[in-house]
């Protein structure tokens, strides 16, 4: 039995065949193999990234504005009052009367406003009254083109809030 060390010609052939003994790293065009991989992957997942965050940013616009909404509905039905929430489609904001005025944000814009009344050049608004109920109609908010729309319809005996998203049914 020969005897097993540095100099063994048993473990000289064991790494020569599995740990590579002339190689002691990765060779430039590995690298770049490698960047070009990452470079390629990232040019193909960075806009699908960029797509879903605006999208989440139109949904979670379309769900404070129901909140608002909601909001409004339960203070008209605790204070006894007409509460008002105006639409300006041309600034891309809307105003709960008289206390405040919120602009969307640069992702979501008013794509359409159904029902309500009119009030002034390009202003809609929408009245929650006392007893529950409210103006019926509805609000489109969306991104980009092809980005899913959402629609907040406001039911017009039940004063129900509700955010859809698609297309108008």
């Known amino acids: 039995m020969s005897p097993v060390g540095k100099d063994s010609p048993e473990l000289h052939t ?3 065949r599995f740990c590579l003994l002339n190689e002691t790293g990765f060779s430039l065009i590995e690298l770049l193999a490698v960047l070009l991989l990452i470079g390629l ?5 960075l806009p699908s990234i960029d797509r879903v965050l605006q999208e989440r940013d139109v949904r979670r616009s379309a769900r404070e504005l129901a909140a608002v909404a909601r909001s409004l509905r339960y203070r008209a039905l605790s204070n006894g009052t ?3 929430l105006i639409f300006n489609p041309a600034e891309n904001s809307y105003q709960v009367y008289p206390d405040k005025t919120a602009v969307l944000s ?3 814009k008013i794509t359409g406003i159904d029902g309500g009344e ?4 390009g202003l809609r608004q929408f009245l929650f009254f006392p007893n529950g109920s409210v103006l019926a109609g ?3 908010l969306s991104g980009r083109e092809g980005s899913p ?3 907040i319809r406001f039911d017009p005996l039940t004063g129900k809030v509700a955010v859809l998203q698609g ?3």
């Open 118 to 121: 009119p009030v002034g050049e």
């Open 149 to 151: 729309v959402y629609f």
């Open 138 to 140: 509805e609000i489109g």
């Open 167 to 169: 297309n108008r049914q």
């Open 41 to 45: 992957s990232s040019i193909i997942v």
């Open 106 to 108: 640069a992702e979501s």
């Open 14 to 16: 064991f790494h020569s």
């Open 82 to 84: 007409v509460e008002r």
